[in-house]
């Protein structure tokens, strides 16, 4: 027989320390989240650790004996990954590996290697490769020392300098280049906006796994990919949705969000997330069936605010009711979150009471008008395409007639522009 080309799984062993201001259970499951997280890798969890101490420790995060125990576990069990469930200082990163002499993670650095296998599209690739560069820059170690033969010999050491050091400047290069592509990206994104003027926009938003593409794939036929794993999504996606006979909105799926999502990978995904910033309505998305659901509400909600769209109008929609065992939590968020909307996207339960939110926010956002002008006046033509989606437009002698769809605030700004002599 053949050798087999099966790439068996890293063995890991996952680490958290609970500080005392937390349950045991809770901490359990920010263990059972930091598993699936290891799962997307492609690590096999052999063992979760959880220390109970008052504050990390600054040599070890753990305290130094539960650091030889964890050694000694990860030898005898042939463990080649150590996962902690916080981010660790260089200095912890240096220590650990010292000691264990294996290879140490921590929650961002998986949270960078998961967006870095799912990143398909160039400007996927390119944000995941800076938030990576970020967040490997103060953390240099012997394990860094390849990228001067990565990114070229000869010429690029300076005089005097350590092997890190020339690491350093050559990360630093390669960031300011990232960084002005991701500009240029920008751009060209703000460009493909202004195509949408006239439409209705709104952003699926929620924890990671809540539930979004599904959504998505729903409402508009589209073909998302939608599995039961942790950032599957990553490039945001948008689609028409039509609502009703010529009430139509552009529906976007982008990336979830989770607890300690790394600052550079929100920093690097602004372009990807402009989607949400720009949006007229925030779905939402929480995930009912999950028993923490209420601090994800609260995760999103903070990103949200983060990002500055925490005045976005929203919709609060608790997806996957087809996978609670006890109806009386149904009654429970009924009663808490009253304007929210109850849905199973798997089975199509309650969708349409989305659907008619959607349809009920779309005819109070927007107008449609008919005005006459002059056929000399191009430019203001012009103006109004800019301002508004031009539904038809056509010619009787020496006027033209347009009839356009635009929200409030622009279809006063077209009023007042017509209106000028």
């Not at 080309?5 to 201001?21: H, S, W, Y």
């Not at 990228?147 to 630093?172: A, C, F, N, V, W």
């Not at 007229?280 to 949200?304: A, G, K, M, Q, W």
Request: hydrophobic residues 40%; contains cysteine.
């Amino acid at each position: 027989m053949g050798e087999s080309n099966i790439k068996m799984p890293e063995k890991a062993i996952l680490v958290a320390i609970n500080p005392g201001r937390e349950t045991l259970d809770r901490i359990e499951e920010y263990l059972d989240e930091l598993e699936m997280l290891a799962d997307t890798a492609g690590a096999q969890t052999v063992f979760k650790i959880i220390q109970q101490n008052e504050r990390k420790n600054p040599a070890f995060y753990v305290g130094k004996g539960k650091a030889e125990e964890i050694k000694e576990l990860a030898e005898m069990n042939d463990v080649n990954l150590i996962i902690f469930d916080d981010d660790l200082t260089p200095t912890q990163v240096r220590n650990l590996e010292k000691l264990t002499e294996k290879k140490i993670l921590d929650r961002s650095g998986l949270i960078l290697d998961i967006f870095a296998a799912h990143a398909r599209t160039n400007e996927a690739k390119t944000q995941v490769e800076l938030a990576q560069l970020q967040y490997m820059l103060p953390r240099l170690t012997r394990a860094w020392t390849h990228l001067s033969k990565q990114y070229g010999g000869i010429g690029t050491k300076g005089p005097g300098e350590t092997q890190i050091e020339t690491d350093r400047r050559l990360i630093r290069t390669r960031i300011a280049k990232l960084k002005e592509k991701l500009k240029k990206i920008e751009s060209q994104s703000q460009t493909r906006t202004l195509g949408r003027k006239g439409f209705v926009t709104a952003s699926l938003v929620g924890y990671t796994n809540a539930g979004k593409s599904t959504i998505l794939n729903l409402l508009t036929e589209a073909d998302v990919l939608a599995e039961n794993k942790l950032f599957a999504t990553l490039d945001s996606t948008t689609r028409a949705l039509e609502l009703d006979k010529g009430k139509k909105m552009l529906l976007s799926d982008t990336v979830g969000f989770i607890r300690k999502l790394p600052h550079n990978l929100v920093a690097s995904f602004r372009t990807t997330l402009n989607v949400v910033r720009d949006a007229d309505i925030i779905i939402h998305v929480v995930d009912v069936s999950h028993p923490y659901f209420e601090d994800h509400i609260r995760v999103v909600e903070e990103t949200l605010l983060g990002l500055k769209c925490d005045k976005i109008k929203t919709i609060l929609v608790f997806n996957k009711i087809d996978a609670l065992e006890n109806k009386e939590k149904m009654e429970y968020v009924k009663n808490k979150f009253p304007d929210s909307i109850l849905i199973s996207a798997v089975k199509g339960f309650n969708i349409s009471k989305l659907i008619e939110k959607l349809t009920e926010i779309w005819e109070d956002g927007f107008i449609e008008e008919q005005i006459s002008l002059h056929i000399n006046r191009t430019k203001t033509v012009a103006q109004i395409y800019e301002l508004a989606e031009v539904l038809e437009k056509r010619y009787e002698e020496d006027r033209v007639l347009i009839t356009f769809r635009a929200d409030k605030a622009n279809a006063n700004k077209i009023e007042r522009i017509v209106n000028e002599s």
